[in-house]
């Protein structure tokens, strides 16, 4: 019985773990002009509370972004901020987790 406790309670730490973890995702930007372009759109998409990093290029045309764990960064948010920013998301993909 207490075998059976251990697996269970190790299954659900293993389960949270993975629901928590960070998660990234690729953002392909039109219109960056220039390395202050994507320093813009970076400088905006770091101030939402989810986002723990980014990176973003001009010669890449695109922001990668990491979010802090537990936390997402929906295709609306990421479409909003970057059109606020005076560009257009092209496309918008998650990387997948490495479990």
Not at 41 to 56: D, F, G, N
Not at 67 to 78: I, N
């Amino acid at each position: 019985m207490k075998r059976f406790f251990k697996v269970t309670a190790a299954a659900l730490v293993l389960a949270w773990s993975s629901f928590a973890a960070a998660e990234t995702y690729i953002l392909s930007i039109e219109g960056f002009g220039c390395e202050l372009c994507a320093h813009s759109v970076q400088s905006r998409l770091k101030q939402l509370s989810a986002v723990e990093e980014v990176r973003a290029s001009f010669e890449d045309s695109e922001a990668v972004v990491q979010t802090r764990d537990g936390m997402v960064l929906t295709e609306k948010k990421a479409r909003e901020v970057v059109e606020g920013a005076g560009f257009k998301l092209k496309s918008y993909r998650q990387v997948p987790s490495e479990q």
